[in-house]
C-alpha cells in the first residue's frame, strides 16, 4: 500500500498549485501585506477536516495518533522552522510543489530542508534528536478509544469532551474567523472555500491508505524528504511519504503545465540560492526538532485538536513574523 502515497501525492499537489497554498505566504501576508485569504482557506479547511478525522475514526477506518507535546521540540523547533521557512521563500508544502513548477530556488531549498532534518533524525545531528526525546510527553488513556494509547495530549483529553461534540466546537470557532470576516481578493485556479473542502476531504483519506501501509499518521513532508534522500544514499525503501513527495512534484508540474505556468525560473541575484539554502537548513533542523513540518503539524495535527501541533503552529506564525520583520518589516 505505500504506492497509494503517489496518488494521495499527486492530488495533494494538484490542489496546492491550483490553490497557491503555502503556509510561508498564509502567516506572512496576515500581518505583513492585510492579506487574510490564504488564512482563512487554512482556518476553513481544519475545522473541516477535524470533524471528518474524528468521523473516520468513528467508523473504524483510522486511529488517531496525534503527536507527544515536546515543549522544547514545540517551541524552539517551531519558532526555528518559521524562520527558515521566510529565507527559503515557502514552508515544507510551498517549496516542494513549486519544485514541480521549474521554481530552482525551491530546488534547493527543499534539497537542504531534507538533508539537514535527516541528518537531524538520524545522521550527524542525531544527537539533538535524542536530546529532545526525554521531553516527550504522552497520554496513556484517552478520553475515547479512537485515538492510540501513548500518544499526544487534545482538546478533548483536555475539556473532558466527546470528540466529536470538540471537533464541532472547534470547527464553529475557526469558521467564526473563516466566513465572519472581510476576504481579500485573489485570483487562483481554485477559489479558497473549494481549495479548503478539497484538503479537508483529503486528509482523512490520506490517513486511511497511510495507515494501511503501516503508518499511523496523516498528511506530511518532512518524513518523505528524509524517506527520499535514504532510499539514494542507503537504499531504503521507498515508505508511504517518500511516494506522497514524488505524487506532490508530479501532480504540481502536471498541474503547471496544465495551466501554462510551468517555468525554470532563477532569481535576478545569485546570491538567492545561498538565502534559501540557509532557510533550508532552519527548515530542516527546526521540522525535525518538532516532530513535524507546517503540514504535519499546522494542517494534520491542528486538525488533530493535537495540543502539541497547536503549540507548534503557534511558533511557527511566531518565527515567521520575525524573520519577516527582519527582512521586510523594518523598511
Known amino acids: 500500500m505505500a504506492w497509494s502515497g503517489l496518488i494521495i501525492g499527486l492530488i495533494f499537489g494538484v490542489i496546492l498549485q491550483r490553490g497557491r497554498v503555502c503556509f510561508n505566504s498564509a502567516y506572512r501576508d496576515l500581518v505583513f501585506f492585510k492579506d487574510n485569504y490564504l488564512m482563512k482557506l487554512y482556518t476553513f479547511a481544519v475545522g473541516l477536516e477535524a470533524i471528518l478525522f474524528v468521523l473516520f475514526a468513528q467508523f473504524g477506518l483510522i486511529t488517531l495518533n496525534p503527536k507527544p507535546i515536546n515543549l522544547v521540540g514545540n517551541t524552539l523547533g517551531a519558532f526555528t522552522f518559521g524562520l527558515g521557512m521566510v529565507l527559503a521563500g515557502g514552508c515544507a508544502s510551498g517549496v516542494t510543489y513549486r519544485t514541480g513548477e521549474g521554481l530552482t530556488t525551491a530546488w534547493f531549498a527543499a534539497l537542504i530542508y531534507g538533508l539537514t532534518a535527516t541528518s537531524v533524525k538520524g545522521g550527524a545531528l542525531k544527537f539533538i534528536s535524542n536530546w529532545l526525546g526525554q521531553f516527550n510527553k504522552t497520554v496513556e488513556n484517552h478520553v475515547s478509544s479512537i485515538y492510540k494509547p501513548q500518544s499526544g495530549l ?9 470528540p466529536l461534540v470538540m471537533a464541532i466546537i472547534f470547527a464553529a470557532i475557526l469558521w467564526v474567523y473563516a466566513f465572519g470576516t472581510k476576504t481579500t481578493n485573489r485570483e487562483t485556479k481554485l ?22 501501509a503501516g503508518r499511523m499518521y496523516g498528511l506530511g513532508i518532512t518524513g518523505g524528504w528524509i524517506n527520499l534522500i535514504k532510499s539514494f544514499t542507503t537504499g531504503e525503501a521507498l515508505s508511504w511519504e517518500g511516494f506522497e513527495i514524488i505524487g506532490i512534484i508530479i501532480g504540481a508540474a502536471i498541474s503547471a503545465v496544465q495551466a501554462k505556468e510551468f517555468k525554470l525560473r532563477m532569481p535576478k541575484q545569485p546570491k538567492t540560492y545561498v538565502q534559501v539554502m540557509i532557510g533550508g537548513v532552519l527548515m530542516g533542523l527546526g521540522a525535525a526538532m518538532a516532530d513535524a513540518c507546517n503540514i504535519g503539524h499546522a494542517l494534520t495535527g491542528v486538525g488533530l485538536m493535537a495540543v502539541s501541533s497547536i503549540i507548534a503552529t503557534v511558533f511557527f506564525m511566531l518565527g515567521n513574523w520575525t524573520m519577516a520583520w527582519f527582512l521586510f518589516g523594518r523598511k
Not at 477559489?191 to 482523512?204: E, Q, R
Request: cysteine-free; glycine content about 0%.
Open 154 to 162: 487534545t482538546l478533548p483529553d483536555v475539556f473532558h469532551i466527546n
Open 191 to 212: 477559489s479558497w472555500k473549494v481549495a479548503a473542502v478539497l484538503l479537508a476531504i483529503l486528509a482523512p483519506f490520506a490517513w486511511w491508505t497511510s495507515q494501511k
